[in-house]
Structures are given as C-alpha cells and as structure tokens.
C-alpha cells in the first residue's frame, strides 16, 4: 500500500517533469514540422512535404551572407571576451584588491540591461566617439565584434572565475617553488585546468552572441544583416517555410554546440564545477 | 654557514602580527622542526622561507645568500604541502619532472634523477599513474620526490603527515627521517603534532602566537622547557604556582616544593615550577622513611581519578594542600592499588622540578 504510493508519486513527477519538456520543446519541433513544408506559404494541412524550403534558403546569398556575419561577429565576439574574461577572473579571483567584489558586479552588469538599451547606447557611443576622431566606428564589423564583447563578456567573466576558484591555489605555489615564474605557471598548470570552464565559456559566448538579435540591431550597418536580423525582416515581411527552415538550421547550430559542450566537459562540471585536487 | 638563516622576521596580516620577530639558523643536513598549535604562525614563517609570503621586516638568508627580495621560483627551497598540491592533470613522472623541466635540465641528465628520485620514494613502478589514482601514503611520497628531484638547499614540509591515517603517519615519520638522513638536505618541518617533533627533529622550535617561545634539542625541550607555554604543550605538566620562600616555592595551599640548586627565584617573588607525571612517583604506605623525605619532595595526597592508558595509569590526585597533581604509574604494579578515594603518598626529586615562565 505504502510502496504503492510511493509509486505514485514517482510517476507524477516523472509526468511533470516529461509534460515540462514537451512545452518547451514543442515549438521547436512545430518550427522544423513548418520547415518540411512543400508550399511557399504556410497552410496546414500542408500539400506536401519537401526540403525545397532548404534549397531556397541555400540558394538565396542573403541567408548565406547573414549565417557568415553572424558566425564571424560570434566566432569574434567569443575569442576577444574568452581572452579578456580569464584575464579579468585572474585579477578577480587570485588578487583579490580592495573593490574587486565591486568589480566582479560591474562586470556581470550587462546581463541585468535590455540588449535594445544597450545596443543603442553602444550606436551612441560610438557615433560620438567616431565623430570626436574623425573615424567611422558605428555601422562597421568592427563595432558589431565589439558590441557583442559587452554581452559575452559576462559569460566568460562567469564561467573563467567559476572555473579558477575550482583550482587549488596551492598548485600555482608548488610549481613556483618548484623554479616556474608566473607565466610558466599559468600555461602548464593553471590553464590546462581550467579548460573545462573555458569550454564551457566559449560556447556560451558564441550562442550569447550568435542569437543575439536586439542589440544587432542598432549597430549593423547597410548590408550587413545577421541571421536574426534577417529572421526577424522575414517574419514581419511574409513568414513562409523558409523562415522556418532558417530557424531550424540556427537551433540546429546551438543545438550542436551544446552537445560538444556536454560531450568534451560533461554538464556537471560546466555548472557543478569539481575540485581539483 | 647555516644552510638557512631566519633573521628578525616579522609579517602582519591586517593588524594582527601572524609572525613576530623570528629568528633561527638551520645548519647543513639539520632537521628543524617548528611546532605549536594552529594560527601560532609556524606556517606563516615556512611560506616566507619559500618565498610565498614576502616578509615586513626581516631577511631570508638560504646558504648564505640573501633571498628576501627573490621570488620563489629563484630560490632554491622546494615546499611539500599540506594537501601535496600534486597537478592532477599529470602523471607521477610528470609531477616529478615538471621542477627539472622549468630548470631547462637535458633530458639524458632529468631521466636517471627522476627515475633514482622515483626508485627511492618506491613508486617507480606506478610513475604512469594520474595523482587521483593513488592513495594518501602514495601521493605524499611523490610530493616529496617532486620537491627533492631538484635537489634544493632547503626542503621545506608544511604538516606533510597530517592528512594520513596514524599508522601510516607513523610508518612515514621514520621513512621521511631515515631519507633526510640520506640525502643530508637541511629541511624545516612545520607541525602541531608534539610527538612528530620530537621523534623526528634535531631541533625543535616551539611558537605560540607569532613568536618563538623556546628553540632547543627534543631532549632539552622535554626535560627543560622554558616556559608555562612548552611545559604544558610538549607532553603534559602539572603545573604549580607559588613565592619563593627559603629556596622553595611555596603554593598558595601551603606546599613546599624544593628545586634543584640555583634554579630557585629570590625570595618573595612569584614563580612558576612544572613536574612531569612521569617523574611523579606515588607510594601506597601512608608515610615515606625520614631518610626518602629529606630527599624528595612529598606530599599526602588522595586518589580522585584513575585512567587507564596501556601502559600506564594516569593517576589525579588533590593533595592534602588542595593543589592537584597528576602521576604515570606503571601499570603491572598498581592494577588493583589505585582505589579511588584512598590516600597515598606522592614525591619526586627536586631536579624534576623545573622552572617555567608564565603565560602572560
């Protein structure tokens, strides 16, 4: 009787817990089901299914164009906050100077602004300072890159610092007194121990910036779209199959980051975070 | 030339004194240990020696040279940690390489070191082994061959047997000595564990609070302690406080406690003498001959408590004087005697009672 209810019980939750992620991942399934559609415009019943929704997009150069900008602007925007966030962790987490608590707050900042406010602070910003030097920043790859710094960086700072105060600082001690100068120490110790949570922050950062749309788009100049940009023209101009089959190639794209993610580092030590030692 | 020289050392944390002008030489193959109990800034003063912590005041002389303002990758002092802070991302031989490899040391030159290292710390055969794989003992000993591989003038070990099971620690206290006496490297060796200093050491420096209470042999330190401090941490003391009347402290509760020759304080002051239970002898006749009492110190006493340990009883006693007093009797005799509530009578020669500083 008791066993019984036990029983019960498990399967409620079990229920919950399956019914959860059917809603979250219904509408993905009805994009890719819309994607499949053998029609220029969507109608259900559809007359047919086909992948020439697949071939219109790949044949059209304005989704190519936007897949290669999004993907170099990501691909960007990943490597510059990856090098700057382990950079800052350090001083974050192993100097800990007076005010590096505030810091640390300053630099998770951009998570808690609108990514519309932010990207039109950023075209202000940087039309001024482009006006003040003579030298035109805002509309350019360049400022996008940078742009998009601002919302990965926080990733990065997140995952890079997590990652560091995982490392027993005893071991950069025993490889200083055992002759290796700081540098030295970093490159054989401490970085190959924090590969995991760099794993981890990259990836998050080029699917930070490569979904990010609000913030694009202020700061993208004439001809250059990036793909949700270009999903967003679409939806509003005339939603057909093929916006749906862009879409499935986008969640297909992060959907594959994330399983080398959890493939390389395994889920419990990108947010668990193990001991080191 | 002392392989180490600690001159006048003082470091602050905020505005608490960790370390408080500390000196002391380690001579070439000396083991030195520095022991007392935790936060008395033993580990404070082992992290400057290495160079981990840079000192306020003070100098770092290691063979001679003066290292205070060196880094610790350009001194020649290797520290074992606490917890062997072995790198988990490589192997055995690579722990014990990674020192040779900073060094820029030829490879025909680091194999035969790293695999004599390995050969004498007897984990040759697990040297492709990742630090995880390995247990407590094992892990300490690579430790200890990393740090020795690179052959420093000074090892430092920071409670390198604390994390073992007592067994085994027991095992690697006299494994590590017999390897220091080997390789006759000077070593400094930080623990609070009284027994460890003891057994190991050529010398031991107790601290308390920053400071150095007393710096002597293992024996010296035992027999002699200087102060309130060491007679209570090494071993255990019975303590008695009184005022020097007529070369003899007289407690508060009326006894007389004769002391050697001139370690007696002048008259009236305040003093402070310590006696070891082990020196404390319990008789169970109520009264010793007149001959025994002119030379002893002796007392009535009654049994409040008797504890078995092993080999001996601990025995507490209140004298008739209402002070208390504790004695090891040796156990095969005295199994059925200590009955508690009886009376005995207690003594110990005059040269067992030692003079101690107070506790301010």
Redesign the interface.
Known sequence: MALGRVGAGRFATSAVAWLAYLIMLAPIGAIVWLSLFDSDIIAIPPPGYSLRSYQSMFASGNFIASFRLSLVVAVGATVISLALGTLASIAIVRGKFPGSDILASVFLAPLAVPGIVLGLAIYIFFFKVGAAIGIRIAGTMTSLILAHVVLTLPWTIRFTSAGLTTI?K??E?????????PL?TFW??TF??MRASLVAAAVFAFLTSYNALEMSLFLVGPGMTTVPIVLLQRVSWNFDPSVAAMATVQVAISAVALIILTRLVGAERIFGGQR?? | MPSLSVRSVTKEFGAAAAVRDVSFDAGEGEFVSLLGPSGCGKTTTLRIIAGLLVPDVGTIEIAGNDVTALPPYRRSASLVFQNYALFPHMTVRENVAFGLRMRAIAKEEAGPRIRDILDLVGMRELEGRYPRQLSGGQQQRVALARSLVVQPSVLLLDEPLSNLDAKLREEMRIELRQLQQRLKITTVFVTHDQEEALAMSDRVIVMRAGSIQQDASPTELFNRPRTEFVARFIGSANVLTGTWRNGTLQTAAGLRIRIDGSHAGSEGTRGMTAVRPQNVKVAMSAALSAQDAGRFNVAAATIALASYRGSYWLCCMRLDSGDEIQAHVAADESDPKLVIGSTVTIYWEPRHTIPVIPDS
């Open positions: 027993d005893n071991l001690d025993a490889a200083m007194t055992l002759g290796a100068p030295r054989h110790v190959p121990l080191s030692s």
